[in-house]
Structures are given as structure tokens and as C-alpha cells.
């Protein structure tokens, strides 16, 4: 069975820029959540979505967005983007809620902000 | 709120054992345990479910005290393949957010 994808794998932008990562989850995954990993900061959560509808969502600000579409495959925007934005982004499909269940982290999408 | 683990890095020879703590100031449905090698994605370990649930996998164990809302991750005997940061993460229920901590870097030298 096929991992986690995400594309692209690798980013450069600049500020006021805006961008759009997507990730494929395991075939048969309901749930994906998107984190933003920055050293020292760990993985910090960004939303999760599940058939298609936010269940939850962290700390960011307005700028971060995402979807999900019907065959569970998500995409992340971030507009105007910020040098701080510089991060790997995460994404993790799970069969159910990923409070509760195994989460297969992708390979990422790092993204450089000048 | 982000659970906190300590120590935040350990230095390990081979063969030593080691713990990683893991404490919440919420109440905790479920604590994962992931572990996470330089340029790649985390990969799964274990969770937990219920208070006072202990799991392992050969020299990898964990446990969840859920009066303490404490989580420790136990490895013992350390193989140079332990090496990497590991993250525990956080539940308040089953369709509630995953939330992890800033990590522990485990070193495990010859």
C-alpha cells in the first residue's frame, strides 16, 4: 500500500507570496492534519480535516487555510507569506480522528521563505 | 498547550537504558509516541488509551498514568537504531487534536 505524498517536496518563495502544498494520505484514510515543524518548536498543529470538513484547528493566523476534497486527498494555503513561515510542513492521514488513531506522517514539503 | 517532555536531549552508549518523560496540564484521552531521524518523517511507536496502560515492542515500552496525566517512554538496552527525537503526543479525546511536544534528541553511540 502506498505512504503518505506530499508535493512539492521542496519550496522557495518570497514574502507576500502565497502558496499551496498538497497531500495525498493512504488510500482508505479519512483523516488529515497538517503540522509545521521549526527546530526547536517541534511539530506544531495546524488543522485537521475529515470527509471533507475542518474538525480541528490550532494557533495560526487567518493566512493558513486548507481543504480536503472528496477522495480525502488535502491541500494547505498560506498567503502573504512571512519569512517565519520558513518551516517543513507535515502532513499525516490516520483511518479515523488522529486524536485517537495511528498517524502516517508523509515525507514533507519544506519551504523557503526569502 | 503543548505537553512537555524532558530531558529536552540524552546521550546514550550503546546498552544503556534510557527514559523520556512526557506530562500534560490538560486531561489526556490518548498519548502517542513518535520517533523522528534527521531528514525524515516521524514514524509511529506506540499509543495509549487508557490510565495505567503500559505497551512495548521488544526493548520499547511505554506508559500512561492518566491521575498524573504523565506518559514515560522506556528504552532499554540502546541500539545505535534508537538514535533520533522523539515526540509524545497529546489527546483531550478521540476526535480532539493531536498535540506534541517540542521533542527529546536520544544519541546512542558505539
Given at each position: ?5 506530499q508535493?512539492p517536496?521542496y ?8 502558496v499551496?502544498?498538497?497531500?495525498s ?23 485537521e480535516?475529515?470527509?471533507e470538513?475542518?474538525?480541528n ?7 493558513f ?5 472528496s477522495?480525502?486527498r ?7 507569506l512571512?519569512?517565519g513561515?520558513s518551516?517543513l ?9 488522529g486524536?485517537?488513531d ?13 | ?8 536531549a540524552v546521550i ?12 500534560s ?5 490518548s498519548?502517542?509516541?513518535?520517533r523522528q531521524?534527521h531528514?525524515?518523517a516521524?514514524v509511529f511507536l ?5 490510565g495505567g496502560e ?8 511505554a506508559?500512561?498514568n ?11 538496552a ?12 497529546g489527546?483531550g ?14 544519541t546512542v553511540?558505539?
Amino acid at each position: 500500500k502506498a505512504g503518505v505524498t506530499q508535493t512539492p517536496r521542496y519550496l522557495i518563495k518570497t514574502r507576500g507570496q502565497q502558496v499551496t502544498l498538497s497531500c495525498s494520505p493512504i488510500s482508505g484514510h479519512r483523516s488529515v492534519s497538517w503540522y509545521q515543524q521549526t527546530p526547536g518548536q517541534g511539530l506544531q498543529f495546524l488543522f485537521e480535516y475529515f470527509s471533507e470538513t475542518q474538525r480541528n484547528k490550532g494557533n495560526f493566523p487567518g493566512r493558513f487555510s486548507g481543504r480536503q476534497f472528496s477522495n480525502s486527498r488535502s491541500e494547505m494555503n498560506v498567503s502573504t507569506l512571512e519569512l517565519g513561515d520558513s518551516a517543513l510542513y507535515l502532513c499525516a492521514s490516520s483511518w479515523t480522528s488522529g486524536g485517537a488513531d495511528t498517524q502516517y506522517f508523509g515525507p514533507g514539503t519544506r519551504l523557503l521563505v526569502l | 498547550q503543548q505537553p512537555v517532555q524532558s530531558p529536552q536531549a540524552v546521550i546514550l552508549r550503546e546498552g544503556e537504558d534510557a527514559v523520556i518523560n512526557c506530562s500534560s496540564s490538560k486531561a489526556l484521552y490518548s498519548v502517542h509516541w513518535y520517533r523522528q531521524k534527521h531528514g525524515e518523517a516521524p514514524v509511529f511507536l506506540m499509543i495509549l488509551l487508557k490510565g495505567g496502560e503500559q505497551k512495548g515492542h521488544e526493548k520499547i515500552s511505554a506508559s500512561f498514568n492518566e491521575k498524573k496525566q504523565q506518559s514515560s517512554l522506556y528504552l532499554t538496552a540502546s541500539q545505535l537504531s534508537y538514535s533520533g527525537t522523539y515526540f509524545c503526543g497529546g489527546s483531550g479525546g478521540s476526535n480532539y487534536k493531536l498535540t506534541f511536544g517540542k521533542g527529546t534528541l536520544l544519541t546512542v553511540n558505539p
